[in-house]
């Protein structure tokens, strides 16, 4: 298990990660979302133990990671994947983890079987490498000692259509054999497809988390209309309170048909009605996050 307890990291008057706890259990993945700058990349550095935390605790099977003998054999980690040596390649740099670990050099083979980099792409400079093929090359890095525990942050970045459909089924099967996964991307879709259980956090703060089931079904109401204006102003005449949502609409925690009643007293034409639990993850992250948007910034 992943185990973060009211971890707090502070530079200066800034913070970037406030009050954070959450788990990560065997046999699930864990989707880590959040805007640029959210605090996603800075908690799992200090999970990976690179970066000390303010206060608050993150360990690894009940242990910090600094304390783990032979860690890559408990928990693989990939947080960026051109933080590799551009001068040597690919089956060097898996050679290294290989002897680092005390492994077999087989396992060196099977890894670059596993992630699909042929034996002449293996004897490239990762300087050559495409950002797809250092994704995969760090995948296997990360899965090279057979870690009960996996840690990415943002693996899908680079990766063709087919790419992210093979790291959806790796993953997939890890967890399905017991493995435990925390995952962060951008790619709210993929996240939708793969994860069990969503954490969401927003300016360092977690604003929501739960299964996607849970998270989706407390979405409430989302309604669009030809004149927004006038949508909103006969919810607020009714009493409903409502917020922007998506592409142009309103989410309410209002049920649809009293929206809809209200929207036709007031002569408004919908365009749209519908439990925003059908509204899908892109939509959910929008709402919880619309005051956290931070483009450009770093996590």
């Given at each position: 298990?992943?185990?973060v307890?009211?971890?707090?990291?502070?530079y200066?008057?800034?913070?970037?990660?406030?009050d954070?706890?959450?788990?990560?259990?065997?046999?699930a993945?864990?989707?880590?979302l959040?805007?640029?700058?959210?605090?996603?990349?800075?908690t799992m550095r200090i999970?990976a133990g690179?970066?000390p935390a303010?206060?608050?605790?993150?360990?690894?099977?009940?242990?910090?990671?600094l304390?783990?003998p032979n860690?890559?054999?408990?928990?693989?980690?990939?947080?960026?994947?051109?933080?590799?040596?551009?001068?040597?390649?690919?089956?060097?740099?898996?050679?290294?983890?290989?002897?680092?670990?005390?492994?077999p050099?087989s396992?060196v083979?099977e890894?670059?079987?596993l992630?699909?980099?042929t034996?002449?792409?293996?004897?490239r400079?990762?300087?050559?490498?495409?950002?797809?093929?250092?994704?995969?090359?760090?995948?296997?890095?990360?899965?090279?000692?057979?870690?009960?525990?996996?840690?990415?942050?943002?693996p899908?970045?680079?990766?063709d259509p087919?790419?992210?459909?093979?790291?959806?089924?790796?993953?997939?099967d890890?967890?399905?054999?017991g493995?435990?996964v925390?995952?962060?991307s951008?790619?709210?879709?993929?996240?939708?497809?793969i994860?069990?259980?969503?954490?969401?956090?927003?300016?360092?703060k977690?604003?929501?988390?739960?299964?996607?089931?849970?998270?989706?079904?407390?979405?409430?109401?989302?309604?669009?209309?030809?004149?927004?204006?006038?949508?909103a102003?006969?919810?607020?005449?009714?009493g409903i309170?409502?917020g922007?949502?998506g592409?142009g609409?309103l989410?309410?925690?209002?049920?649809?048909a009293?929206?809809?009643?209200?929207?036709a007293?007031?002569?408004?034409?919908?365009v749209?009605l519908?439990?925003?639990?059908?509204a899908?993850?892109?939509?959910?992250?929008?709402?919880?996050?619309?005051?956290?948007?931070?483009?450009?910034?770093?996590?």
């Amino acid at each position: 298990m992943i185990t973060v307890d009211r971890l707090t990291k502070t530079y200066g008057a800034y913070r970037a990660v406030d009050d954070v706890s959450f788990t990560c259990r065997p046999g699930a993945v864990t989707g880590f979302l959040g805007p640029n700058g959210a605090g996603k990349s800075t908690t799992m550095r200090i999970i990976a133990g690179l970066t000390p935390a303010t206060s608050g605790s993150a360990h690894v099977s009940g242990v910090n990671y600094l304390d783990i003998p032979n860690p890559g054999t408990q928990i693989g980690v990939l947080l960026d994947a051109s933080a590799q040596h551009a001068g040597r390649t690919g089956r060097e740099i898996l050679t290294l983890s290989a002897l680092t670990m005390g492994l077999p050099m087989s396992r060196v083979d099977e890894m670059l079987a596993l992630v699909s980099l042929t034996p002449a792409e293996s004897k490239r400079r990762v300087k050559n490498y495409s950002l797809g093929m250092r994704q995969r090359l760090g995948i296997a890095n990360a899965l090279m000692g057979d870690p009960k525990i996996l840690m990415l942050d943002e693996p899908a970045n680079g990766l063709d259509p087919a790419g992210i459909h093979w790291m959806r089924s790796l993953l997939r099967d890890y967890a399905n054999r017991g493995g435990t996964v925390l995952l962060s991307s951008h790619l709210l879709h993929e996240i939708e497809v793969i994860a069990d259980e969503i954490i969401v956090i927003g300016q360092g703060k977690i604003v929501a988390e739960g299964t996607k089931a849970e998270l989706l079904q407390t979405a409430g109401t989302f309604v669009k209309a030809a004149d927004p204006s006038a949508l909103a102003n006969a919810l607020t005449a009714a009493g409903i309170t409502a917020g922007p949502s998506g592409d142009g609409g309103l989410r309410t925690e209002a049920d649809p048909a009293t929206v809809g009643k209200a929207a036709a007293a007031a002569g408004v034409a919908l365009v749209e009605l519908r439990p925003a639990d059908g509204a899908g993850l892109e939509e959910m992250f929008l709402q919880l996050t619309s005051t956290t948007q931070r483009e450009g910034a770093t996590a």
